[in-house]
């Protein structure tokens, strides 16, 4: 077991704390000693001398996210978050080993100082601690309103030599503990390095815009009952100067926080639809999916933007599909839903995007003015031997079809999984095994040369 602060009546840096917070007096998360006493602390402790190898540990607890917090203010009123924060400061003190002081660093921050004897126990320790904080207090407050908790340790010196530098260790660790779900985490540098990364990476978001480091590929989309290839997808790429290729799984959420997610995709619109032009000139007929990201939905003008780059790159609405996913429904139901109302206006299709994946249910099919869903590849890379994935998808196929929408499957790798899908009525196939995504003049010969896969016996191999 560590030894507490409160443990230590001779430690010399007790004299320095002001504030002498226990579970009896704990009453109130608001008057807890704030965090300039919380540095103090630290900074009291860390510069006491050293007893043997007892270290210092400072946690920091987050009962729940900002974002939950203002939502509980706005929908049940201020004071009764006040009540949640008072209950989560009471709790959270009944926790802690016995003298423990309890710091308020937020409405739903707080943070303490453990010492520590071996870090074996101290691991016990935490992960006790960690269960009995997240273990609703039956006394507690009377709203059993679930939030995230995390928490965060950081240990001096290894962590940080100063208060400053040990309260940034143990908000990466909070940080960390919230995004993994683990009941605690320590800091750990790799920590630090994914931070400067996404902030290295946001930061270059706009001068790539400018420089010419986007360009779009194709993935082609074929006809299951026919083998032709009907059109592709557009998929956006980022080739970072300093650090190469960068997935659009890591660049997209980011740029997605950013006020240059609009400018980002009127580029992507603009340079999918001259590219359509150019092959419609060249008596080309893909039809081609373009990616609308969930902010450019939640957007006013979106619809009406993109009317204007048709007409500026005479390029036929029809000529277009736009995906769609999930999640932007969910973020402003009546918002998007007006902007794909006026896009399915203007004669775009819309795909439902990675259909299954968020939380919105069958309800989402009902509501969005959709053509086609599209079965993200989560289901269809083991398609041919997962047994869950199969009536997974053949009940999407099957309601799909009901409501009078074709289906895309994407991420079809194997002849048996698009065996399977052919099979059971899928009607278009996107993925590896007819091919991966194509650089524009690789995609145009696709188009003139194999537009039929060679997996179609009956059908031509190549068309000139
Ligand atoms: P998505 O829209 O679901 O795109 C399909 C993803 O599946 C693409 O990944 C594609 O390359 C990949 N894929 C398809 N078949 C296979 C396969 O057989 N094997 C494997 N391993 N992968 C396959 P990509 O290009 O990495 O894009 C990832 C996601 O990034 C996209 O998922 C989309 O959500 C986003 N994204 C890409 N381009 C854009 C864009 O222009 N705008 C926006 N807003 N998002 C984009
Ligand atoms: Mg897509
Ligand atoms: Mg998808």
Redesign the pocket.
């Known amino acids: 077991m560590p030894t507490m602060p409160g443990d230590a009546p001779d430690h010399h840096a007790m004299a320095l704390i002001e504030a002498h917070w226990s579970v009896d007096d704990s009453r109130s998360g608001s008057r807890l000693p704030d965090r300039s006493r919380f540095f103090s602390a630290i900074n009291a402790f860390i510069g006491a001398p050293p007893r043997g190898d007892m270290q210092i540990a400072i946690l920091v607890i987050d009962t729940a996210t900002p974002n939950q917090y203002e939502e509980l203010a706005r929908v049940l009123g201020r004071d009764e978050a006040d009540l949640f924060r008072d209950a989560s400061a009471r709790w959270i003190s009944a926790c802690l080993p016995a003298h423990t002081k309890l710091y308020s660093l937020s409405s739903v921050r707080f943070g303490c100082v453990l010492q520590v004897d071996t870090p074996s126990d101290f691991e016990e320790t935490l992960d006790r601690l960690a269960y009995r904080i997240r273990t609703p207090d039956p006394a507690g407050w009377s709203i059993p309103v679930a939030t995230s908790v995390g928490i965060g340790v950081a240990c001096h010196p290894h962590h940080g030599a100063d208060a400053a530098e040990l309260l940034r260790a143990a908000g990466s660790g909070v940080h960390e503990s919230l995004q993994s779900g683990k009941p605690w985490c320590a800091y750990s540098p790799v920590f630090d390095r994914a931070s400067i990364r996404t902030a290295h990476l946001l930061r270059d978001l706009g001068p790539a815009l400018t420089g010419d480091q986007f360009h779009l590929v194709y993935?082609p989309k074929t006809d299951l009952s026919t083998g032709r290839c009907i059109g592709a997808?557009?998929?956006?790429r980022w080739n970072h100067p300093a650090l190469g290729p960068i997935?659009?799984?890591e660049f997209?959420p980011l740029l997605e926080r950013t006020t240059l997610v609009h400018a980002i995709?009127n580029w992507?619109l603009g340079a999918a639809l001259r590219q359509v032009a150019l092959w419609r000139d060249a008596g080309l007929d893909p039809q081609i999916s373009?990616?609308?990201?969930m902010r450019d939905l939640g957007d006013d003008h979106f619809a009406a933007r993109l009317a204007g780059l048709f007409e500026r790159h005479a390029v036929r609405p029809d000529w277009i599909d736009i995906?769609v996913?999930e999640s932007a429904l969910m973020k402003d139901p009546v918002r998007v839903r007006r902007q794909l109302d006026e896009i399915r206006r203007l004669g775009v299709a819309i795909e439902i995007?990675?259909y299954g994946t968020g939380q919105s249910g069958l309800s989402y099919l009902k509501y969005i003015p959709a053509s086609y869903v599209k079965i993200?590849?989560v289901f269809v890379f083991q398609l041919a031997s997962d047994r869950n994935d199969q009536i997974m998808v053949r009940s999407t196929i099957d309601l799909a079809h009901d409501m009078g929408l074709r289906v895309v499957a994407?991420?079809?790798?194997d002849e048996a999984a698009l065996g399977w899908l052919r099979e059971h009525g899928c009607d278009i196939g996107?993925?590896?095994?007819f091919s991966?995504?194509l650089e524009a003049v690789q995609f145009e010969r696709w188009l003139r040369n194999a537009r039929y896969s060679p997996f179609y016996s009956t059908n031509p191999q190549v068309v000139t």
Not at 290 to 293: D, E, T, V
Not at 410 to 413: A, K, M, S, T, V
Not at 430 to 433: A, D, I, K, R
């Open positions: 993935q997808e557009a998929l956006l997935p659009p799984d997209v995709t992507t373009i990616n609308a990201s995906e996913t995007d990675d993200p590849q994407e991420g079809i790798r996107q993925g590896n095994v991966p995504p």
